[in-house]
C-alpha cells in the first residue's frame, strides 16, 4: 500500500519540533550527563588499545574490548592501593607535625608579648583558635556521615560509569553503523565522510594530549632531580599523567613533590625543609604557568588545526563556565563543530561536501560497516 509522503515544509518542521524537544530534554536532564560523558571520554581514550589488539592478534573485538576493559580497572585500583601506603605513614607525620605546630601557637598566643616596649595581648585569637579546634573535633562524627553519604552517591556514579564505558566500547561500532545507515543510501558516503573527519579531530586531540603529558613528565622529572627531590623519576611520571586533568592534576602532582621535600628536604640544597618547599612551589609556578600559557595552546593548536590564541582563549572561558571537564573537552568539541558546520555551510552553498581528502587515520573494526551491509541487504529484499 502505497502511503503518502509528508511535504517537504511539514517534514522540516516535524525535524526543527524534534531538535527542540531534544535540546530541552538535555538541558533538564544536564545534572546528570556529567557522568555519562565521562564515560564517552574514557572510552575514547582506551579505544584506541582495544583497536591495536584487535588488529594485532586474532582476538574477536568483543574478546580485546574485555581485556582493555579489565586491564583499565586493574591499572585503576592497583596504582593507588600500591602508591597510598608508601604516603601513609608521611601523611600521619604531617597531621601529627601540624597539630603540634598548632598547639605551639596556642601556647604562644596565651602568654602575653611585648614589641618595642608595647604589650601585645593575642589570648583572644588564642581562645578563638581553641574553640575552631573544638568545634571541628565535635563536628567530626557528623562530617564523616556526610562525606560516607558523598561516597557511597559517587560509587554509584563509578559503577555507571563503568557499565556504559564498557557498552560503548563494545558497540560503538555497531552503534554509528546503523546511524548512519538509518539514513538515505546517497547520503550515506557524505556521513561516513563527516564521521572520518571529526573522528580525525579527536584522534589528532588524543595524540597531542600524549605528547602533552610526555613533554610535562619529562620537564618536572628534569626539575625534580635539579633540586634534587628525593623520587623525583616518580613525581615526574605522575605529573605527567596527572597532566590529563587541566589544573588539578598538575597541581596533585605538586603537592605531592611538596609533601617529600617537606619530608624528605633535597639531596644538596642546605635550607631547612620549608625552604626547599619554597623552591618547589616557586618552580611549579613557572612550570605551569608555561604549561598553560604556552606549551599546551601551542600542542594542541598543532593537533586540531586551530588558532593558538583561539585555543587559550577556549580552555579559560571552558575552565570558567563548565570546570575541569569543560576545559578537557572543549577544544577537540571545538573542532568537531567546526568541521561540521563547514560542512553543512558547504551544502547549503551547493559546493563540494568537503574541501579536502579526508584525512587518514587507522580504520576501524568493521563491525560498523558489518552493520551498514546489512542493513542494505535487509532493504534491497
Not at 199 to 205: D, F, H, T
Not at 285 to 304: A, C, D, E, T, Y
Amino acid at each position: 500500500m502505497n502511503q503518502k509522503q509528508w511535504s517537504a515544509p511539514l517534514r522540516y518542521l516535524v525535524l526543527g519540533a524534534l531538535v527542540v524537544l531534544l535540546i530541552i530534554g538535555l538541558w533538564y536532564i544536564r545534572s546528570v550527563l556529567k557522568p555519562f560523558i565521562v564515560a564517552a571520554f574514557v572510552a575514547y581514550l582506551i579505544n584506541p588499545a582495544v583497536n591495536y589488539l584487535t588488529r594485532r592478534t586474532r582476538l574477536s573485538h568483543k574478546a580485546s574490548v574485555n581485556i582493555v576493559f579489565v586491564f583499565s580497572i586493574l591499572i585503576l585500583v592497583g596504582a593507588p592501593a600500591s602508591i597510598a601506603p608508601l604516603f601513609f605513614d608521611e601523611f600521619q607525620r604531617i597531621i601529627t607535625d601540624i597539630l603540634d605546630l598548632f598547639n605551639q601557637l596556642l601556647v604562644w598566643l596565651v602568654k602575653p608579648h611585648a614589641i618595642a616596649g608595647v604589650s601585645l595581648d593575642f589570648g583572644q585569637m588564642a581562645n578563638s583558635l581553641a574553640l575552631f579546634r573544638s568545634t571541628f573535633l565535635s563536628n567530626l562524627s557528623e562530617n564523616a556521615l556526610q562525606l560516607l553519604e558523598q561516597t557511597s552517591l559517587g560509587a554509584l556514579w563509578v559503577i555507571v560509569v563503568l557499565v556504559a564505558v564498557h557498552y560503548l566500547l563494545a558497540e560503538w561500532a555497531n552503534l554509528r553503523g546503523r546511524m548512519i545507515a538509518s539514513f538515505p543510501e546517497d547520503a550515506r558516503p557524505e556521513l561516513e565522510e563527516l564521521y572520518q573527519r571529526v573522528r580525525a579531530v579527536w584522534m589528532n586531540y588524543l595524540r597531542g594530549q600524549i605528547l602533552l603529558m610526555v613533554i610535562v613528565g619529562v620537564v618536572f622529572t628534569i626539575a625534580w632531580a635539579i633540586l634534587g627531590i628525593p623520587g623525583a623519576l616518580v613525581l615526574g611520571i605522575l605529573a605527567g599523567f596527572f597532566t590529563i586533568v587541566p589544573d588539578v592534576g598538575p597541581f596533585l602532582a605538586a603537592v605531592l613533590a611538596a609533601v617529600v621535600a617537606l619530608l624528605e628536604g633535597s639531596n644538596w640544597i642546605p635550607l631547612p625543609h620549608f625552604g626547599v618547599v619554597l623552591i618547589v612551589i616557586a618552580v611549579y609556578l613557572v612550570l605551569i604557568g608555561l604549561k598553560n600559557f604556552w606549551l599546551r595552546p601551542f600542542i594542541m593548536g598543532r593537533s586540531v588545526h586551530m588558532p593558538e590564541a583561539l585555543v587559550f582563549i577556549f580552555i579559560i572561558t571552558a575552565t570558567v563556565l563548565w570546570g575541569i571537564l569543560g576545559a578537557l573537552l572543549v577544544i577537540p568539541v571545538a573542532a568537531s563543530l567546526a568541521v561540521i558546520f563547514d560542512y553543512l555551510r558547504r551544502r547549503v552553498l551547493g559546493m563540494t561536501p568537503f574541501p579536502d581528502p579526508v584525512p587518514e587515520t587507522r580504520p576501524e573494526p568493521a563491525a560498523g560497516r558489518l552493520t551498514v551491509r546489512r542493513n542494505r541487504r535487509q532493504e534491497k529484499k
